[in-house]
């Protein structure tokens, strides 16, 4: 999946932890996203745009790991977070 989120992401080091671990898609419970813009072309985007971007990325998250909760967490490169935001299971927003 990081592969699909990398142009949601542009620019943005990913990191994807699962819990339970090694677990098939449909019994993950737990998606971690976190990730560091160092190339700060996120950090570029206006703050609607960051939204959507973040949105998407949730939106395409759930869909590989459709009965877990996911959790993004985006920071620049000074450590601010420029996206903090979650999806619960079966959450149609």
Do not use: C, F, H, W
Request: proline fraction near 9%.
């Amino acid at each position: 999946m990081p592969d699909q989120l990398r142009p949601l992401l542009a620019g943005v080091a990913l990191d994807i932890q699962t819990t339970p671990p090694e677990a098939p898609n449909d019994a993950v419970t737990q998606v971690t996203i976190s990730g560091a813009d160092s190339s700060g072309a996120l950090t570029q985007l206006d703050p609607r745009a960051r939204d959507g971007a973040a949105s998407a990325a949730l939106v395409l998250a759930s869909r590989y790991y459709p009965r877990a909760t996911i959790v993004l967490e985006v920071r620049d490169t000074t450590g601010a977070t420029l996206i903090k935001a979650s999806r619960a299971p079966g959450d149609l927003q």
